[in-house]
T-cell receptor, first 114, second 112 residues
Framework: EAQVTQNPRYLITVTGKKLTVTCSQN?????MSWYRQDPGLGLRQIYY???????DKGDVPEGYKVSRKEKRNFPLILESPSPNQTSLYFC?????????????FGPGTRLTVT | DQQVKQNSPSLSVQEGRISILNCDYT??????FLWYKKYPAEGPTFLIS?????DKNEDGRFTVFLNKSAKHLSLHIVPSQPGDSAVYFC???????????FGTGTRLQVFP
């Protein structure tokens, strides 16, 4: 089954404790992206990757890191989480180019930082 | 600065009637406009698209209209069904990129 998986689905952590949210897709997509969803703000892009070893900042990259060592994986790293990073996070992937507007989303990771 | 805006946070429609969801944008550098649908505890799923050179695209019960002069698009769902109850996000793709910019979402409730 074609899908985007994220782990964990739920995470409660404390300020400053490094964490990683994993994202994996099995559709051989070139393009992968991370979004956060906050009330009244919709989905905002954090980082994206056009292909292996190619990453770039989205609209709200502060406090986050990513890597793309393999085509299928695109982990999101919070080196020192803070309470303002409490949010619902989505990973997405698509083929690049003309049909890139059809993005496939993972089920989401709800992160709480206390 | 919100480039894609959905001014109605919620909409309630009776089953069988038409649902109309609206979206406005402020940037002309978009080549595609999209609608995504999101159920609770799931990720958004792609619903329908329209190219910036078109003014209408239809897929079954779903039709998207684009008014470029007004920088406005709308999604019509006819007839509405209870299973359509979800949050709908309008989005736009930035020209010559793979980047999508999303609106804030409209929660649609279809009641019997």
């Amino acid at each position: 089954e074609a899908q985007v998986t994220q782990n964990p689905r739920y995470l409660i952590t404390v300020t400053g404790k490094k964490l990683t949210v994993t994202c994996s897709q099995n559709m051989n997509h070139e393009y992968m992206s991370w979004y956060r969803q906050d009330p009244g703000l919709g989905l905002r892009q954090i980082y994206y990757s056009m292909n292996v070893e190619v990453t770039d900042k989205g609209d709200v990259p502060e406090g986050y890191k990513v890597s793309r060592k393999e085509k299928r994986n695109f982990p999101l790293i919070l080196e020192s989480p803070s309470p303002n990073q409490t949010s619902l996070y989505f990973c997405a992937s698509s083929f690049g180019g003309e049909s890139s507007y059809e993005q496939y989303f993972g089920p989401g990771t709800r992160l709480t930082v206390t | 600065d919100q480039q894609v805006k959905q001014n109605s946070p919620s909409l309630s429609v009776q089953e069988g009637r038409i649902s109309i969801l609206n979206c406005d944008y402020t940037n002309s550098m978009f080549d595609y406009f999209l609608w995504y649908k999101k159920y609770p505890a799931e990720g958004p799923t792609f619903l329908i698209s329209i190219s910036s050179i078109k003014d209408k695209n239809e897929d079954g019960r779903f039709t998207v209209f684009l008014n470029k002069s007004a920088k406005h698009l709308s999604l019509h769902i006819v007839p509405s069904q209870p299973g359509d109850s979800a949050v709908y996000f309008c989005a736009a793709r930035v020209l010559n990129t793979d980047k999508l910019i999303f609106g804030t979402g409209t929660r649609l409730q279809v009641f019997p």
